[in-house]
Structure formats: structure tokens, C-alpha cells
């Protein structure tokens, strides 16, 4: 990419893309493409040629997603596998159709068997069952990433794609109803009284990574890396839900009592990405836990509480 190319980031109004559009604009790019979703329905291919054949994007981003929490993609599993397939297919097919130099397609740690080896390396996709509560998101996941594989095999088309660990920041969603566990959290906290109830037993280990530096990993592979094989993007380092709770607890400087729901799933068990092909790359986070539930928190906050 030159400074003036022609960057279309799809999602990006999202948690991802919005990140994505910083963080290029910080490097000065200058020339990025964006499209809301209430103008530009990413689940029609009519719309989604037409925006391609007037707007000829030559890097696309592919950041949109219908995304959510435990809750609310075992609630709304069809809604899930279908707005997906059909986002990453009319994109993935039209980059190829219309000439794009480069496509960049975000996946999902959750496409990783539920009891995969620790830490979870690429090349056990596919070797076990996934997590039973978000399959559908899964399997549109895997099929996102298995067509920019193939498109490359087929037509030599520049497609890569990443799978990020669990990601927070800026811009997430904090509906208690479909968001993800961090900002499920930090609306719990900072908007409680007496009493927090927390999902589960606390014993889950997660990974989690700011948005800030997922953006810029997106930025640098799409800068320096040209191969079929996706990478995990994460920090390597994993923390329990019950001590993420702690921890989101002091910075939020709640006094009250914190309810632990065993009635309610805890997920997979733990889920850390092995990183080491993206460091080996000389790609590094920035951003520590304590450091980007701080900013979360802040940023909750001033647009939110």
C-alpha cells in the first residue's frame, strides 16, 4: 500500500474498524473508503458489486460481522451463520471480481476446537468440535478463511486473513444482552450498587487484546505479509475470568458484593493463541490488560454512563 492508495475498511463503525481507520489515518493514509452499513447492505450482492464497481477499492479491510456474546449467539444462531456467510462471501468474491491489489478477512479465535491444546496454534484448526455455543459464528469463520485460501489457490487472488484472540476497546458493545465478557463487565461495574453478578464460577482462562494494537496488526500484516497462511493475532498471555473480574472491580473502584452464577456457562474451558509466527514477523502488542481496561472503562464512561 502507498499513501494514497484506494483502502476500503468494511465494519467501520465497529469495535475493529473504526481502530483499522485510525490507525491508518495516524500513518497517513489518506484515500480510505467507508460505507455504512444503513446505506451499503453488505448481505447483497447487488449492492455490494455496485459499491465495488463505482468505488474500485484496491486494499480491502474486512472488518464487518454480525458479533456478540454467549448469550446471544446461541439465541440468534441462523441470524448468525447466514449475515456472516453472506458479508464475507459478496466481499471476498467481489475484491476478486473487481481487481483488488490486496484483502485482509478477520476471523475469530472461536474457530478453534473447544478443547484444543494450549496455546492454540494455527494448524489445529479443524482438528476437533468447536464450542457448542457459538458453532454458527464458527463455521462462517472458518468458511471466511478457507475462501481467501482458495481464492488464492484458484486465481492467485493477494488474499490473507488473521484470527484475533478476544478483543475490547473502544467502540464495543456493551448491551448486557449480546456484548462479549469485557464490556459486559465494565457496564456491570460501573453502573452497579450493591451487587455484580458474574456468569459461571470464574475459572475460565481467556486472552484478551486491546483494539488498538488488533488495528495494528491488521495494518502491518496487510503492509508485509503475502501468504496463504492465517495468523493468530493476541498477546500469548491469558488471565481467568474470575481475576479479569477483580481487576475490572478495582478500576471501576466498586465496594460491593460480586455473585458468581453457576447455573450459567463458563465457555471453554481456556483459550490462549500461540502468536509466535506474527512475533517472529516482529509484530508485538503495545497495550497491557490493566492499561486497555482503563481506557475501556474511561471510554464507557464519558459516551456511555
Known sequence: MDRNSRIYVAGHKGLVGSAIVQNLQRKGYSNIITKPSASLDLRNQSDVETFFRYNKPEYVFLAAAKVGGILDN??????????????????????????????????????????AQQPIKEEYLLSNYLEESNEAYAIAKIAGLKMTQHFRKQYGSNFIACMPTNLYGPNDNFDLNSSHVIPALINKFVNAKDEVVCWGDGSAMREFLYVDDMADACVFMMENYNDSQFLNIGTGQDIS??????????????????????????????????????????????????????KSIEWFKANYA
Open 74 to 115: 446461541a439465541t440468534y444462531p441462523a441470524d448468525y451463520i447466514y449475515d456472516n456467510l453472506m458479508i464475507q462471501n459478496n466481499v471476498i468474491k467481489c475484491s476478486r471480481v473487481f481487481d483488488v491489489e490486496k484483502l485482509l478477512f478477520l476471523g475469530s479465535s472461536c474457530i478453534y476446537p473447544k478443547f
Open 241 to 294: 475470568i474470575k481475576e479479569l473480574v477483580e481487576m475490572i472491580a478495582e478500576l471501576t473502584e466498586f465496594k460491593g458484593k460480586i455473585t458468581w452464577d453457576t447455573s450459567k456457562p463458563n465457555g471453554t474451558p481456556r483459550k490462549v493463541l500461540d502468536v509466535s509466527r506474527l512475533n517472529n514477523l516482529g509484530w508485538y502488542p503495545a497495550t497491557s490488560l490493566r492499561e486497555g481496561l482503563a
